[in-house]
């Protein structure tokens, strides 16, 4: 009798003790699958949401942007002074201030009634922006700052002899509400100190120094759109527009004899 009780206590025991390791395990699972989702970087929605998420992945060969384009310089601009403005309380002990560049001197010149004709600054200095960075970020920065600076008078040389420059100059405008306008949702989607900024600051610090990235497997989701989500096969675009003429023609019939 007395060895049956302690066949049924040892039983029971390990039953718990089975139950235990079962639930601790399932909570292992959802623990792990909730903070791999958080350390997704979401960028749904966003104006540069593949270039976001490649830099995230570290697949810099999928870029389009590269590191010594200026629209990489504003985009890295923009991400420091956002992140300065939005998680200030998360930076480290040694973070650094973003410094502004602005006129200390100008050289005004004027006509004989007195009246202004030009305005060129002769001497600049660096003011504190009231917004502060990661060190190491912020030393990258400035590399690829000081690669813009070299590049300077080639970068306006080419604004003033390309003949598509007025559009250019409208598509950079675009591009600049873009960005504004991802800074402000970025940072509403994905959490300061959360595993998937820091995953994206290590990138973007890698691809302005032009040095290997920390590589994830799974590829972007944007760079499997563009491999599968579009037409395959020769297509006739002018037959396209021909049928998209047509169709709208009927609009401007319609609309003619409504207002007639």
């Not at 960075?133 to 600076?149: G, H, T």
């Not at 890698?206 to 760079?223: D, H, V």
């Given at each position: 009798?007395?060895?049956?009780?302690?066949?049924?206590?040892?039983?029971?025991?390990?039953?718990?003790?089975?139950?235990?390791?079962?639930?601790?395990?399932?909570?292992?699972?959802?623990?792990?699958?909730?903070?791999?989702?958080?350390?997704?970087?979401?960028?749904?929605?966003?104006?540069?949401?593949?270039?976001?998420?490649?830099?995230?992945?570290?697949?810099?060969?999928?870029?389009?942007?590269?590191?010594?384009?200026?629209?990489?310089?504003?985009?890295?601009?923009?991400?420091?002074?956002?992140?300065?403005?939005?998680?200030?309380?998360?930076?480290?002990?040694?973070?650094?201030?973003?410094?502004?560049?602005?006129?200390?001197?100008?050289?005004?010149?004027?006509?004989?009634?007195?009246?202004?004709?030009?305005?060129?600054?002769?001497?600049?200095?660096?003011?504190?922006?009231?917004?502060?960075a990661k060190p190491e970020l912020y030393d990258a920065y400035a590399v690829v700052d000081q690669i813009q600076r070299s590049k300077g008078l080639n970068t306006m040389m080419d604004m003033i002899t390309n003949p598509n420059s007025?559009?250019?100059?409208?598509?950079?405008?675009h591009k600049t509400k873009g960005l504004n306008n991802d800074m402000v949702k970025l940072f509403q989607m994905n959490a300061c100190?959360?595993?998937?900024?820091?995953?994206?600051?290590?990138?973007?610090?890698?691809?302005?120094?032009?040095?290997?990235?920390?590589?994830?497997?799974?590829?972007?989701?944007?760079?499997?759109?563009?491999?599968?989500?579009?037409?395959?096969?020769?297509?006739?675009?002018?037959?396209?527009?021909?049928?998209?003429?047509?169709?709208?023609?009927?609009?401007?019939?319609?609309?003619?004899?409504?207002?007639?």
């Amino acid at each position: 009798m007395k060895l049956s009780v302690q066949i049924f206590r040892l039983f029971l025991i390990s039953f718990i003790w089975l139950l235990f390791v079962s639930l601790s395990s399932n909570d292992s699972q959802n623990f792990d699958s909730a903070a791999l989702d958080e350390a997704e970087l979401k960028t749904d929605g966003l104006y540069f949401a593949e270039f976001y998420d490649n830099i995230y992945r570290g697949h810099f060969e999928n870029l389009e942007i590269k590191r010594d384009d200026m629209i990489f310089l504003t985009i890295f601009d923009k991400y420091l002074r956002a992140y300065g403005g939005n998680c200030d309380r998360y930076l480290p002990a040694d973070k650094v201030e973003i410094m502004n560049q602005v006129c200390k001197t100008e050289e005004v010149t004027t006509n004989g009634w007195g009246d202004v004709v030009s305005r060129v600054c002769v001497e600049y200095t660096w003011v504190g922006s009231g917004l502060f960075a990661k060190p190491e970020l912020y030393d990258a920065y400035a590399v690829v700052d000081q690669i813009q600076r070299s590049k300077g008078l080639n970068t306006m040389m080419d604004m003033i002899t390309n003949p598509n420059s007025m559009g250019n100059s409208v598509d950079m405008i675009h591009k600049t509400k873009g960005l504004n306008n991802d800074m402000v949702k970025l940072f509403q989607m994905n959490a300061c100190n959360g595993e998937a900024l820091k995953r994206f600051d290590e990138n973007l610090e890698l691809f302005a120094r032009n040095k290997t990235s920390i590589r994830m497997q799974q590829a972007s989701k944007y760079t499997t759109m563009k491999k599968t989500g579009g037409p395959t096969g020769a297509q006739n675009f002018n037959k396209l527009i021909d049928n998209l003429v047509y169709d709208q023609a009927k609009t401007w019939a319609f609309n003619k004899y409504t207002a007639g």
